[in-house]
């Protein structure tokens, strides 16, 4: 089965770090752009980054520039998103999610973060 | 940023009739390549979203046909021919002609 799996989720202090994997599985991962897409509680869905087939690319929405990374290992059929100096703002579930002909047409489960002393 | 707005917000409707979802870009959504960057996904509660319609009128894998999209340009259409039980959740419409990718707020459909 075509699938995204999300894990390293969890509670974190503002100012902390945390990185997130999505791993991918069923399908050729370097074809695709892959995003990841954020959703605070009771909230609508926010786009946080995006980074090209070969990583070459990349784009972070700007409330998460410098603080937030987006990478991938093509090898390891995983996309990741480094996360530093956290506000609380930054609670959500992060869903990963793969690109075709424009649509994210494969989501994840997504993985809570929680930002909170 | 292309801002997408959405309308309306909350939609109750009555299983076996048709609704429509409207949303607007602040700048046209018309690639290069002859295609509106635009889509449309389905948040069903407590479950991740799901793509519907991608290039603006292209139905997804598995989305039911009733379920429609037209428009170009700045102004676009979801349509469901008949609401079903199954169709309740949040609507997003997405631009992804220009980072950042941007979502409309969210349009909630409720069974009446």
């Known amino acids: 089965e075509v699938q995204l799996v999300e894990s390293g989720g969890g509670l974190v202090q503002p100012g902390g770090s945390l990185r997130l994997s999505c791993v991918a599985s069923e399908f050729i991962f370097s074809n695709y752009w892959m995003h990841w897409v954020r959703q605070a509680p009771g909230k609508g869905l926010e786009w946080v980054a995006h980074?090209?087939?070969?990583?070459?690319?990349?784009y972070h929405v700007d409330s998460v520039k410098g603080r937030f990374t987006i990478s991938r290992d093509n090898a390891k059929n995983s996309l990741y998103l480094q996360m530093n100096l956290l506000r609380g703002e930054d609670t959500a579930v992060y869903y990963c999610a793969r690109v075709r002909d424009g649509g994210l047409d494969i989501w994840g489960h997504g993985t809570l973060v929680t930002v909170s002393s | 940023d292309i801002v997408m707005t959405q309308s309306p917000l909350s939609l109750p409707v009555t299983p076996g009739e048709p609704a429509a979802i409207s949303c607007r870009s602040s700048?046209?959504?018309?690639?290069?390549?002859?295609?509106?960057?635009l889509a449309w996904y389905l948040q069903k509660p407590g479950q991740s979203p799901q793509l519907l319609i991608y290039l603006g009128s292209n139905r997804a894998s598995g989305a039911p046909d009733r379920f429609s999209g037209s428009g170009a340009g700045t102004d676009f259409t979801l349509k469901i021919s008949r609401v079903e039980a199954e169709d309740v959740g949040v609507y997003y419409c997405m631009q992804s002609l220009q980072a950042p990718v941007t979502f409309g707020q969210g349009t909630r459909l409720e069974i009446k």
């Open positions: 700048q046209s959504l018309l690639h290069s390549n002859g295609y509106n960057r």
């Open positions: 980074i090209k087939q070969d990583g070459s690319e990349v």
